[in-house]
């Protein structure tokens, strides 16, 4: 068993900042990638981005150079900083983790969400 647990969601202006962080624990001998997602009410939920153990890093085109993800592979945990938010960042951000138990068994964990809300 793996959880997942988010932090650091608000409300906060246009052109400001927020930082997630996502910290995994339980039975955990390695985890691949970490992601953050979002879903915005009455739409899909969408990769944000993503990163591998190895340090790779992929991001949404309506994201990119404005967010920075990182993670800390010593603490299981994952961090998104979002800068230049905009109203259309508005949305539920919610951390998932896929990787490898102690029990041999594969993991695709999420967390329980956290609002983030962009308005003036």
């Known amino acids: 068993q793996v959880q997942l647990v988010e932090s650091g969601g608000g409300l906060v202006q246009p052109g400001g900042s927020l930082r997630l962080s996502c910290a995994a624990s339980?039975?955990?001998?390695?985890?691949?990638?970490m992601g953050w997602y979002r879903q915005a009410p009455g739409k899909q939920r969408e990769l944000v981005a993503s990163i591998f153990n190895t340090g790779i890093r992929n991001y949404a085109a309506s994201v990119k150079g404005r967010f920075t993800i990182s993670r800390d592979n010593a603490k299981n945990t994952v961090y998104l900083q979002m800068n230049s938010l905009k109203p259309e960042d508005t949305a539920v951000y919610y951390c998932n983790g896929n990787g490898l138990g102690y029990d041999g068994a594969d993991f695709d964990s999420w967390g329980q969400g956290t609002q983030v809300t962009v308005s003036s």
């Open positions: 339980g039975s955990i001998v390695i985890i691949n990638v």
